[in-house]
């Protein structure tokens, strides 16, 4: 069973550090283009980062750029998110997303947000 779990959210001060993991199990391994979403209350879902791990290519939100740095770990089969510089308006629920695609599939899929496989999410919280 192919399966998503998100962990390493939390309560941060701005300025803050956290990082976000996503255990990858099941099939999901092999997956290719894997991302971060997030969803503040009552917003819309908004892409932060992804990875098409065929080339290393990545991809980031214009908010994120220079503070948050995406990363698979291939070895502990993890999708990670490095999230420095913190500010409340990151404050979210925090999804990572996976699927096996082309490169340029991936590319579109970052761009619309489809994704054939989600996670639960984990929350961000961060205070000013």
């Known amino acids: 069973q192919e399966q998503l779990v998100e962990s390493g959210g939390g309560s941060v001060q701005a300025g803050g550090s956290l990082t976000l993991s996503c255990a990858v199990s099941?099939?999901?391994?092999?997956?290719?283009?894997l991302g971060w979403f997030r969803q503040g209350s009552g917003k819309e879902r908004e892409g932060v980062a992804a990875i098409y791990t065929g080339g290393g290519i990545t991809y980031y939100a214009d908010s994120v750029k220079g503070r948050f740095t995406i990363s698979r770990d291939n070895r502990k089969r993890t999708l990670d998110l490095q999230m420095n510089g913190l500010r409340p308006d990151d404050t979210a629920m925090y999804y990572c997303a996976a699927d096996y695609v082309s490169a340029k599939e991936c590319e579109m899929r970052w761009a619309v947000h489809e994704y054939n496989y989600w996670g639960q999410g984990t929350q961000v919280t961060v205070s000013s």
């Open positions: 099941g099939y999901t391994y092999r997956h290719n283009c």
